[in-house]
């Protein structure tokens, strides 16, 4: 995360991301999908520019998305919000920052599920507070209870959930969730609940933790558009909460973005809208996907670890005789041209058993996928 300065250094993402460019190597690294998402929500962003949505936006968000958001929530999970229990943002990475910064201070711990997605500890860093990581152990990186218990203190002041969950594709089962729930009550913690991979999962149920009564007076959900719609690099994002929660986290974020997206926000609102078709097309086609990078990892030596959810799938390098995953990373596309991430990226250096480990996003095409598969056997 730091660099030798102490500085915050560019993310794993950029970094492999810029390999896969230089090598001309198959990138599986950065989690973005290579195929456009749906027509009509394509449509709906040219639209928005032709038909003057090109200028600064209302504070919380478009009404046509705020509307779409609380119709959303209703239609899959059967929960109520109002207008003013949601605020849209570029994407889930500034609804992190803004919900973070609004409420921790120096010295604050935030509690995190380890391996976890980047920004969760640069952010703490930025706000100088206290990262507490819960290590998630193979096979099924579900977190253990006790020693959640023990990472808590009277300074806990946040913990952060991610579930469905970025790296590791698990989904923590609801009788997790009720742990988190009750140990954030002992402590008085706010939940700040990253849900971005909600519609991406496959061989299980996502339940969001706002459907648990018991969390509501302390929960921050967030979600955004990008996974679900293929739509990465538009960042239109959005927060749920309690109306006061969402006026403090607001007065943060009018100071980062302001607001974002004019065009793109109508036109999420389109995708949040679309049929039950599409949300059954992408876990089909997401979990097809998933197999067949699995398979090719498989025949290629990897001991990998079944993806549940979300972009990624695990693979331990350690029967191909490899110690750091992070040096076959970076040797990757010469080897064979492909690029991946280390999963040491998401944890402290001490996690010694996730250090031969390595990230591929299986969110590629069916022939890019096929063609990483084929490329990766060269290993053996
Ligand atoms: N949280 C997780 C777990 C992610 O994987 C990502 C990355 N895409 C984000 C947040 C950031 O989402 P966005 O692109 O909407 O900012
Ligand atoms: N969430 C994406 C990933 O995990 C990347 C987002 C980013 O580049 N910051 O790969």
New binding site residues.
């Given amino acids: 995360l730091l660099g030798a300065d102490g500085r915050l250094a560019p993310?794993i993402?950029?970094e492999m991301?810029a390999l896969a460019t230089k090598t001309g190597a198959l990138n599986l690294?950065?989690?973005?999908p290579d195929e456009d998402g749906p027509r009509a929500v394509l449509d709906a962003a040219k639209h928005a520019i032709d038909h003057g949505r090109n200028q600064y936006g209302p504070a919380r968000g478009a009404q046509e998305l705020i509307d779409a958001i609380i119709e959303h929530q209703r239609r899959f999970y059967g929960i109520g919000l109002g207008r003013g229990d949601v605020l849209a943002t570029a994407g889930a990475?500034e609804a992190l920052a803004a919900t973070m910064l609004a409420y921790l201070n120096p010295g604050d711990e935030v509690v995190v599920f380890e391996p976890y997605?980047?920004?969760y500890a640069a952010v703490a860093a930025l706000a100088g507070a206290v990262l507490v990581p819960v290590p998630l152990a193979a096979p099924d990186f579900e977190p253990d209870i006790d020693r959640l218990q023990r990472a808590t203190s009277p300074r806990t002041r946040m913990i952060i959930v991610n579930s469905p969950h970025?790296?590791t594709g698990s989904v923590f089962s609801e009788e997790t969730m009720r742990h988190i729930i009750r140990v954030a009550e002992r402590r008085d913690a706010i939940i700040v609940t990253d849900e971005v991979y909600e519609h991406l999962v496959y061989d299980e149920q996502h339940v969001p933790l706002a459907s648990f009564d018991a969390a509501r007076e302390r929960l921050v959900s967030i979600s955004s558009a990008g996974k679900t719609f293929s739509v990465?690099g538009w960042k239109i994002g959005w927060i749920m909460s309690t109306p006061e929660r969402i006026a403090q986290i607001s007065a943060v974020k009018q100071y980062m973005t302001f607001v974002n997206g004019a065009p793109f926000q109508p036109a999420v609102a389109v995708g949040l809208r679309l049929g039950d078709e599409h949300f059954d097309t992408i876990v089909a086609s997401f979990a097809r996907k998933r197999d067949i990078l699995t398979r090719g990892l498989r025949k290629a030596g990897f001991t990998v670890h079944e993806a549940n959810a979300g972009?990624?799938v695990l693979a331990d390098a350690a029967p191909l005789g490899v110690e750091d995953a992070a040096e076959l990373s970076r040797r990757l596309p010469e080897l064979v041209g492909v690029v991946g991430?280390p999963l040491s990226a998401f944890a402290r250096p001490s996690r010694r058993d996730l250090r031969s480990t390595m990230r591929f996003?299986f969110c590629k095409s069916d022939d890019t996928l096929h063609e990483a598969a084929a490329r990766l056997a060269g290993l053996k």
């Fill in positions: 993310t993402f950029a991301t690294g950065q989690g973005f990475t997605y980047d920004a970025n790296p990465t972009y990624f991430v996003a």
